[in-house]
């Protein structure tokens, strides 16, 4: 900020300036007689006068009109002027300010020069704040040269907040999630960023030199002026500049400028002014005769060249912190966290990362059917299990395989651990209840079957290999709403791979279907309500004792695709009672006992490229069938008996 002895200086040469004595000039040759100022007292008397006019935007301001008023207080004509100077400001946002000033003029007649200074106040409105300053200033008019130095002094509060907002960036992953006793902790950051708009009246001072450059028939001039000029406000940078302009007065009634101004802080700005006054700022009865020189008294009732808006900064300071936090992660689904209960082989603790649970029973045991928990077999075998039930809304996944889970923090979330290639080793029968979920277990079963889903709505196995020598791979019974058996290999052996009674949806994607040995059928489906589709998986069906893949009572859809059946003892494919439609493609079926395909009391059946070969019946045989039969590239090859038996 501009200190007190800068202002000190400023107003001890403005003191100076105004009462000091005029010394005449002392010459060795002949003197050269001073202007002499012509008519009555009354002639020379300044007058008031009204103005109006407009200022383009500068450095620190809007541009904007004026009205304005000089009105002499006191004054000796010819000799000295007390004078009193105001302004009515509207910027271009229309917005309110204006100044006023008390001025003191001397006229110097042997200089023929004026010595003055005024003191003012300023007000400005910038639409956000309401700024106020205190002005100083000296001068010194002359015939030619003028000499102009201005104080500007702002008072009050002089930087003000005119908006503030904060940014908040919302917690973001930054790390890898780790387990703390049954939690997960997510490691995350917070970013606050707070942008605050403040308004700031900067003190100034500027220093002006002019000259006459031209002069009209009429008595108007044509003036020219550079300036530099100091500005500075708290929390801006300080800035000096220059400026060069032109004044115009064509008339004693009317004023014209154009100038150029350039700093650091507000950059380069062009000028431009125009300006009214009634009556001219000249004495009335003020005339000169042309063979003696211009006294400068007429110039004493010109206005107070000077800044006339507060300059104003705007100011954008951005601040920021970071918060850094370990978020539980939360299930989206009940908006509640999520509880791993912690299975590692030789485990002899509670269940939390740091004390394990040593078998997959520990774990399902305090597992609860809220739709939270989660039992997490870290590595090692499920050992000492025969057959465990998986309650109701809970997950037992392993970390062989790659997991992720749903936070409602970040979305999917990948488990610590997770992804080891090693599957978690089971022996014995899993039963799912309804909404559980089962991944990366190595399941073999030999004494009943691999998983059983029975009575319930959904379920879901994924990554998993499941095996069985004892009634079936996967037994379904009573299933309502969706089975979703995602990259699972079900394997039979001496039993089929799959056993469906009463059941709605299943979504097979990835894996396979494998039954060897079947001492009944290698697939079996009675009762099907909605949609099963085997299309998208292989089947591989080797020596069942019975039929290759039996669907009876099927109201839904049903369609296989991708299979294998050798050498079963009855029917290739036997299908009985089926309202819905039945969609068999790409299935080659060699060596079958009975017929290739049967079908008995259908609505729809299509096949496409199939080969049958060497059934020891009928290629195909379909009776009662209500709806239509659309074959496509098949081939049927060294049946028995007839191709195609309708």
Excluded: C
Excluded at 89 to 113: K, M, T, V
Excluded at 171 to 198: C, K, M, V, W, Y
């Amino acid at each position: 900020m501009i200190n007190k002895t800068v202002l000190g200086i400023s107003l001890g040469t403005f003191l100076a300036g105004i009462f000091s004595s005029p010394i005449a000039a002392q010459t060795t040759g002949e003197e050269t007689p001073p202007p002499q100022v012509t008519g009555s007292a009354a002639d020379l008397k300044i007058t008031p006068r009204v103005g109006v006019g407009y200022n383009s935007s500068a450095a620190g301001h809007d541009g904007f009109g004026r009205i304005e008023g000089f009105v002499p207080l006191f004054q000796n004509p010819g000799s000295d002027l007390l004078f009193f100077e105001g302004r009515l400001l509207l910027d271009n946002g229309s917005h309110l300010g204006g100044n006023i000033q008390l001025g003191y003029r001397a006229f110097n007649p042997q200089l023929n020069r004026s010595f003055g200074g005024y003191v003012g106040y300023d007000n400005r409105n910038t639409g956000d704040s309401t700024f106020s300053q205190v002005g100083l200033g000296i001068e010194s008019l002359g015939k030619i040269w003028d000499f102009r130095l201005n104080g500007y002094l702002p008072v009050g509060d002089t930087r003000q907040v005119v908006a503030s907002n904060t940014f908040d960036s919302g917690f973001q992953q930054t790390g890898t999630p780790i387990f703390q006793g049954n939690s997960l902790l997510l490691s995350a950051e917070r970013i606050f960023q707070t942008t605050t708009i403040q308004e700031a009246a900067m003190s100034g001072l500027d220093l002006e030199v002019g000259a006459k450059i031209s002069e009209f028939a009429n008595g108007g001039q044509v003036r020219g002026f550079g300036s530099i000029y100091y500005y500075d406000a708290a929390g801006s940078p300080s800035t000096v500049g220059g400026k060069l302009r032109l004044e115009v007065h064509p008339t004693d009634y009317l004023n014209l400028g154009l100038g150029v101004q350039h700093d650091d802080l507000f950059g380069t700005n062009i000028l431009f002014t125009i300006g009214g006054t009634f009556p001219g700022t000249r004495p009335s009865g003020y005339s000169n005769e042309s063979d003696e020189p211009e006294s400068v008294w007429a110039r004493m009732g010109e206005s107070v060249s000077r800044t006339a808006s507060i300059v104003v900064d705007q100011q954008v300071e951005l601040e920021s912190f970071t918060e850094q936090s370990n978020l539980v992660a939360t299930n989206p689904d009940t908006g509640q966290p999520w509880v791993f209960v912690q299975v590692t082989e030789g485990g002899n603790g509670t269940g939390t990362f740091e004390s394990p649970f040593g078998t997959v029973t520990e774990g399902l045991g305090v597992a609860q059917s809220d739709g939270n928990h989660l039992v997490y077999v870290r590595s090692g075998a499920a050992s000492g299990t025969n057959s465990i039930t998986i309650p109701a809304n809970v997950q037992l996944l392993s970390a062989g395989v790659l997991l992720q889970i749903n936070t409602e923090e970040f979305g999917l979330v990948e488990l610590p651990f997770s992804g080891s290639g090693q599957l978690t080793n089971f022996s014995g029968t899993i039963i799912m209840e309804d909404e559980s979920v089962l991944s990366g277990f190595n399941l073999t079963s030999d004494n009943g079957p691999g998983i059983v889903a029975r009575n319930l709505n959904n379920v879901t196995i994924r990554d998993s290999n499941i095996a069985s020598s004892s009634e079936t791979a996967l037994l379904l019974e009573n299933t309502t709403g969706t089975i979703t058996l995602d990259n699972i290999i079900l394997t039979g052996d001496g039993v089929p791979a799959l056993v469906g009674t009463n059941i709605n949806n299943i979504t097979f994607t990835g894996g396979s279907l494998t039954s060897t040995n079947s001492e009944t059928n290698g697939i079996t489906f009675n009762g099907v309500s909605g949609a099963v589709d085997l299309s998208n998986i292989p089947i591989t069906i080797t020596n069942p004792q019975v039929n290759g893949i039996l669907a009876a009572n099927v109201t839904g859809s049903l369609t296989l695709g991708n299979g294998e059946i050798t050498n079963s003892r009855a029917e290739g494919i036997l299908l009985q009672d089926i309202t819905g439609t039945t969609d068999i493609s790409g299935v080659i079926i060699t060596d079958a006992g009975g017929s290739g395909i049967t079908g008995e009391n259908l609505a729809n059946l299509t096949l496409q490229g199939n080969q049958i070969i060497g059934a020891q019946n009928n290629g195909v045989s379909v009776a009662n069938l209500t709806g239509t039969l659309t074959v496509t590239d098949g081939e049927i090859t060294n049946s028995q008996a007839e191709g195609i038996l309708l």
